[in-house]
């Protein structure tokens, strides 16, 4: 099995105590902790970069068309949605 690479993480000795603390009250190593922490955050961060790519395409494509929802047809159908109605979302307008 091919080894992976290491990576060196420098933390301040608070940092360090609280993690071993955690670590210990979890049952679980401070690396396994360290990249549990690590993984959350990037899936964390994914999404919102996610998300904001596609608030900034949603942007530049009403800017280009004029064409968009009201705020009420979009929390009409959201709520329709969450009452477990089957819908398709409001047709967007000038």
Do not use: N
């Not at 900034?56 to 329709?80: K, N």
């Amino acid at each position: 099995m091919a080894a992976r690479p290491t990576t060196s993480l420098k933390l301040d000795a608070a940092i360090k105590e609280r993690l071993r603390r955690l670590a210990e009250t979890r049952r679980r190593s401070s690396h396994w902790l360290m990249r549990e922490a690590l993984e959350q955050y990037l899936e964390r961060e994914e999404r919102r970069e996610q998300l904001r790519q596609d608030a900034l395409a949603a942007w530049a494509q009403y800017q280009a068309t004029g064409q968009h929802v009201t705020a009420t047809e979009a929390d009409d159908c959201l709520a329709r949605l969450e009452a477990g109605e089957d819908r398709e979302p409001p047709p967007p307008h000038d």
